[in-house]
């Protein structure tokens, strides 16, 4: 039988954990909702928008899963459901009823949906806050609070490939949001008008109303560079995009990096030591 050497075993180990861990670029397919119930895949490099298929009912927040798992919201004021939505076709079925009358939502790289909803904190008819939640998408019928934006904003949602949260208000403002108590901190002044958002090969993308354009935006000021116009192929060509999603970047358990790390760095210690 042949014997496998220190040294392979040793690199072996180093490859698997920096495979594991290093960056990787997002999905490049990012699926988008239109205001005419349209669901289809956008590149947003040019533009083009190829069809796959309708909802069925107008949706206004959409979020994607390491595995591929696509979920949606109809908007404020609508229903509290989760819908479960093919990606193939984006034909919906109700995953679950999580409580929450989400505006929008979006998908990290552990699998954890994230959304806020407008609230009424005042009892006066108007909305004055957001109020940002969790929902695990293996058991997408309950939802965790994590805190108050401090704002009714209104736009997209997304997170890029260091899992930080950014949103746009329709206002033309630039934010990131904490996960870990909802604080809300301006980035800059951006596009108006930005309803949805994707993060794709390290570029952080919105897709404005008025004018249909696919902008690129910077993470670090806000500054928003039109690129290339868009348009539904079926159904209203007045049509919006409403919503956008890409398979977000995978984010590891840390106890694997916790486990392999050690032991590369044992073996390789052994080998030099003999």
């Not at 079925?93 to 998908?107: E, K, L, M, Q, R």
Request: glycine share 12%; aromatic share 10%; proline share 7%.
């Amino acid at each position: 039988m042949q014997k496998i050497s220190r040294f392979s075993l040793s690199s072996a180990l180093v490859a698997l954990a920096f495979a594991l861990f290093a960056p990787r670029p997002a999905f490049a397919q990012t699926f988008v909702v239109g205001s005419d119930t349209q669901f289809a895949t956008i590149d947003p490099t040019s533009g083009t928008i190829t069809n796959r298929g309708s909802t069925g009912i107008v949706l206004y927040g959409l979020a994607a899963t390491p595995s591929g798992s696509l979920f949606a919201v109809d908007g404020q004021g609508v229903t509290t459901n989760l819908y479960s939505v093919n990606p193939a076709n984006g034909t919906l079925s109700i995953a679950g009823n999580p409580g929450v009358d989400f505006s929008t939502i979006t998908g990290r790289g552990d699998g954890l949906l994230f959304g806020y909803a407008l609230v009424d904190t005042d009892n006066d008819t108007f909305v004055d806050n957001s109020f940002l939640y969790s929902v695990n998408s293996n058991t997408p019928s309950s939802a965790t609070f994590i805190g108050s934006l401090g704002l009714p904003i209104s736009g997209g949602l997304v997170f890029d490939d260091n899992a930080n949260l950014f949103a746009t208000d329709v206002g033309g403002t630039l934010f990131t949001i904490s996960t870990i108590n909802g604080t809300l901190t301006e980035v800059g002044p951006t596009q108006p008008g930005l309803f949805g958002l994707s993060f794709s090969n390290g570029t952080l993308y919105g897709y404005s109303d008025s004018p249909r354009n696919v902008y690129q935006i910077n993470r670090t000021t806000g500054a928003a560079t039109p690129g290339p116009t868009y348009q539904f192929p079926t159904g209203d060509p007045a049509s919006i995009i409403y919503a956008a999603a890409d398979i977000p970047v995978a984010i590891p358990e840390p106890g694997t990096l916790a486990f392999l790390l050690p032991v590369a760095f044992a073996v390789c210690v052994a080998r030099k030591r003999r």
